[in-house]
């Protein structure tokens, strides 16, 4: 029903920028809300950012607020992670996911992208 691809990782400095997207396929993007996730080497993987269908709600883990914003556009089907700032501790495989909620975990996603590597040196 929904298909997601994760772009934009790659490797920066500490304090550097990135712009991560996901591209979803289908006719139903606009009924999810969209959410990232981190997992980090031996890490469970955690919650970064989420935002509503519309794109008027949002909701940020701690440790990015300030420095993350995510964003979506419906007429692209693609949902965007602005990180700047970025730190050593941001290092970790990035995830797209969809589901109902900006409120919805690991387990409450329905579809999920493969992920883009993101490492940031020191």
């Known amino acids: 029903q929904v298909q997601l691809v994760e772009s934009g990782g790659g490797l920066v400095q500490a304090g550097g920028s990135l712009r991560l997207s996901c591209a979803a396929s289908?006719?139903?993007?606009?009924?999810?809300?969209m959410s990232w996730f981190r997992q980090a080497p031996g890490k469970e993987r955690e919650f970064v950012a989420a935002?509503?269908?519309?794109?008027?709600?949002?909701r940020y883990a701690d440790s990015v607020k300030g420095r993350f914003t995510i964003s979506r556009d419906n007429a692209k089907n693609t949902v965007y992670l602005q990180m700047n700032g970025l730190q050593s501790t941001d290092t970790a495989v990035y995830y797209c996911?969809?589901?109902?909620?900006?409120?919805?975990?690991?387990?409450?996603?329905?579809?999920w992208g493969q992920g883009t590597q993101v490492t940031v040196s020191s």
């Open positions: 996911a969809a589901g109902p909620s900006i409120y919805s975990g690991v387990y409450g996603n329905d579809y």
């Open positions: 935002i509503a269908r519309s794109g008027g709600g949002t």
């Open positions: 289908g006719r139903t993007f606009s009924n999810y809300a």
